[in-house]
């Protein structure tokens, strides 16, 4: 299957800080890149899906101001936490949309573990 | 209304013996697809099978099979021979419509744990 990568795996940050992940596919173009957040045994809560070249759509709750996604190529977005929080501390997931197959199968990141302090 | 409902929180298995996580889903869009994944606790999201709308024959991947009753709307995923690798959280999603910029619909989750 397509690899979809993630950088950094853990990043432990200051209260007011901004952290800035990345998500990469590896080996395909991703026309589309959905930013998932997900709490300790809970499910995947998607926060945005991001359209190579145009601006990321929120989800309903999600602080656009907050967490700025850029998905500036059909292999690279980012998803920046801005001025975090330990609220924000989260386990956050990226996925990746390739442009052929039947399925429409999104391929996940490994994820990124926040922990703001 | 949810669009996926997992309503095993948790579920127990005797390595070797089968076992279904039950999955039901909430749509009118005559086109979508039926996805289960896996995640280890190392968190990486494991894709294990696919069901789209219009299959007419119930998907297999290996010792998963999905159990796709379309009328009743549910999706279930069987595990033949339950291994202690297949200890982990399982999540059914949904994908309605056809189009490439179609989100997921993911399910609370079950967890699983396989008993040696």
């Known amino acids: 299957g397509a690899v979809v990568s993630q950088h950094p795996s853990r990043v432990i940050c200051k209260s007011g800080t901004s952290v800035k992940i990345e998500c990469r596919s590896l080996?395909?173009?991703?026309?589309?890149m959905f930013w998932y957040r997900q709490f300790p045994k809970q499910s995947l809560m998607l926060m945005a899906t991001?359209?190579?070249?145009?601006?990321?759509?929120?989800e309903q709750g999600v602080e656009k101001d907050k967490f700025l996604i850029n998905h500036a190529s059909l292999t690279l977005s980012t998803l920046t936490v801005t001025s975090a929080h330990p609220e924000d501390s989260s386990f956050y997931i990226c996925?990746?949309?390739?442009?052929?197959?039947?399925?429409?199968?999104?391929?996940f990141g490994p994820g990124t573990r926040l922990t703001v302090l | 209304a949810q669009k996926i409902t997992q309503t095993q929180p948790g579920m127990f298995v005797q390595e070797k013996e089968a076992v279904t996580l039950d999955c039901t889903y909430d749509?009118?869009?005559?086109?979508?697809?039926l996805f289960w994944y896996k995640q280890p606790s190392s968190g990486e999201m494991i894709f294990l099978i696919y069901?789209?709308?219009?299959?007419?024959q119930n998907a297999t991947e290996g010792r998963y099979s999905l159990n796709f009753q379309k009328a009743r709307k549910s999706a279930n995923l069987v595990i033949s021979a339950s291994q202690l690798g297949d200890s982990a959280m399982y999540f059914c999603?949904?994908?309605?419509?056809?189009?490439?910029?179609?989100?997921?619909?993911f399910g609370s989750g079950t967890k699983l744990n396989v008993k040696p």
């Open positions: 749509t009118s869009d005559p086109s979508y697809g």
């Open positions: 999603a949904m994908r309605e419509g056809p189009n490439n910029f179609n989100k997921f619909y």
């Open positions: 080996d395909f173009q991703a026309t589309t």
């Open positions: 069901q789209g709308s219009y299959d007419q």
């Open positions: 996925s990746a949309r390739g442009t052929s197959g039947a399925r429409n199968e999104q391929f």
């Open positions: 991001s359209n190579e070249g145009s601006k990321a759509t929120y």
